[in-house]
């Protein structure tokens, strides 16, 4: 257990310097310098600039040094936001944008697991079609379809709740939220389901119902701690579609998270920012997928004792 | 002779029964005719839209839903009906070119990795697991970003994305086949690698390859969305429906509709589409759990 997890570790370091590198590449070899689109910059002015931000040594020691600063956990400082640093604005956003998520995953998971659950207990019957068919639907409704329409019915026609802002008026994170987690909870609905349909056919199953326990017991005592263990190994690849949908649901809604921070900077071309930014999404990418994986293996024994014998 | 004219035979008995199984499935049946439905429209939109692509009406403004534009008219006095044919051509066309680029890298990087095996396998999918923990959604709008908003780069970068699991299933079904008796009874009788891989690997990878094919257009299609909705990918004069939905989006309190149709308009798609997979899961992957 402990060996898989430093060994998924040490998997994740050479993960993380192809990101840093081709991030790297890829902004550096961008058309048109941060400053080219700020209007006529004196030659000198634009030198200095270059000086200060040391873009003018060659590529490779500009890696070099930009490297050694990430390491040591120093991003920069912003090319548009004269006088902040990219770990500012990063410290800035993140706490929005980790709410942000951390409620919608909550949303995904209440609603998907219920529904899940519902299904698997009467298949093939219209307690399983009716939320399957919601989930469906779920996936099929992309947030930035969602999300307007939910701000055109609650907010707009019926005035339940406000439509933008993070924390400035009670209630304005409910449907950022909701328009986040959908999607979610309809994956994570299909994925109880599927589970629990497997676990409720077992042998054990059946012998605890042969023993007499109430149906309400078997799934909470029994069925679900397998049943679930496709939720949890979707919880990862879940955060980072989570990180991800954050950059349309904070536009939408007017949140000052990092996916705005992000969009922003990508259409400034703000270099530092986006790498930095990229840097840090994929390292809690990587180490939520870790943590979904050793979940996943706490919960089940079988895989377990696969990655004791192949890791 | 004998053992080909016997694969033949059972190969066209496993594509029978997956009909027969498809045809049961109201849902799916639904499906296919939606996109039966969607490609001849698309196909043949230059003729059948009911006004030019570019005509518009300034003085007529946005109108709702009437006679004479079934869908409404937008701020431009644009037919919203035609505007979303238009659109959906482009949306379909990166569906489908996308997924067929991540379909031709996905397939060869996965029969390679399971012919060949031993090192050349594990440092194959050593990289392709890398490739995964990679943060791909934020790689796409950085390249978006980078090299400007074109579309063919557009077909690159999400093709580029959707080939890992694809090399993954295919690798996973040659392996697989690979250690299979009849495979080696193949071989045994003399038949020439080449002979093997068409007759026997091929049929029997296609089916998984289909499904995930089928599964992955719709997410394609609702990635080209994303990015033309954050104003990353589909750029003006050409339109998708997520760039009609990013408009829609900007007047929906005063023209509801011009948010809506579009909105409508993919989600029936991506619903039909989805329904297609699943069914065709069911059909010709008995053994894939469903999720």
Known sequence: MIRFAINRLLQAIPVLLVVISMTFLLVHSAPGGPFSADKAVPPEVARALEAQYQLDQPLWQQYISYLGDVITGDFGPSFKYPGRTVNELIAAGFPVTAELALYAMLVALVIG????????????????????????????????????????????????????????IPGDKILPAITLGTGYAAYIARLSRGGMLEVLSQDYIR????????????????????????????????????????????????????????????????????????????????????????????????????????? | ???????????????????????????ALFGFAVLIILCVVSLLTPWIAPYGYEQQDLMLGATPPSLEHWLGTDIFGRDMLTRIMYGGRVSLMVGFIATAVALVIGILWGAIAGFVGGRVDALMMRIVDILYALPFMIFIVLLMVVFGRNILLLFVAIGAVEWLTMARIVRGQVMALRKQEFIEAAYSMGLSQWAIIRRHIIPNTLGPVIVYTTLTIPSVMLLEAFLSFLGLGIQPPQSSWGLLIN?????????????????????????????????????LDPRAAKD
């Open chain 1, 207 to 311: 012998t605890a119902r042969a023993k007499g326990l109430s149906e309400s017991l078997i799934i909470t005592k029994h069925a679900l701690r397998g049943g679930l263990i496709p939720v949890v190994a979707f919880l990862g690849p879940a955060f980072a579609g989570l990180l991800g949908g954050s950059f349309v649901v904070e536009t939408i809604f007017q949140i000052p998270g990092l996916g705005r921070f992000y969009v922003a900077s990508a259409f400034n071309r703000d270099y530092t920012m986006i790498l930095g930014m990229t840097i840090f999404f994929a390292t809690l990418i990587i180490l939520f997928n870790l943590l979904s994986d050793l979940l996943a293996l706490q919960l089940n024994p079988k895989l377990r004792q696969q990655a004791r014998g192949d890791h």
């Open chain 2, 1 to 27: 002779m004998k053992a080909s004219s016997q694969s033949t035979e059972q190969h066209s008995s496993l594509w029978l029964d997956a009909w027969l199984k498809l045809r049961k499935n109201r849902l």
């Open chain 2, 247 to 283: 408009y829609g989006v900007e007047t929906m309190e005063e023209y509801p509709w011009l948010l809506i149709f579009p909105g409508v308009t993919l989600s029936l798609t991506l619903f039909a589409l989805n329904f297609l997979g699943d069914g065709l899961r069911d059909a």
């Open chain 1, 113 to 168: 697991i219920g529904a899940g659950v519902v299904a698997a207990m009467r298949p093939n019957t219209m307690q399983d079609y009716i939320p399957m068919s919601a989930a469906m639907l779920g996936i099929c409704m992309p947030s930035f379809l969602l999300g307007p329409i939910l701000v055109l019915i609650f907010g707009i026609h019926l005035e339940w709740l406000p439509i933008s802002g993070w924390g400035d």
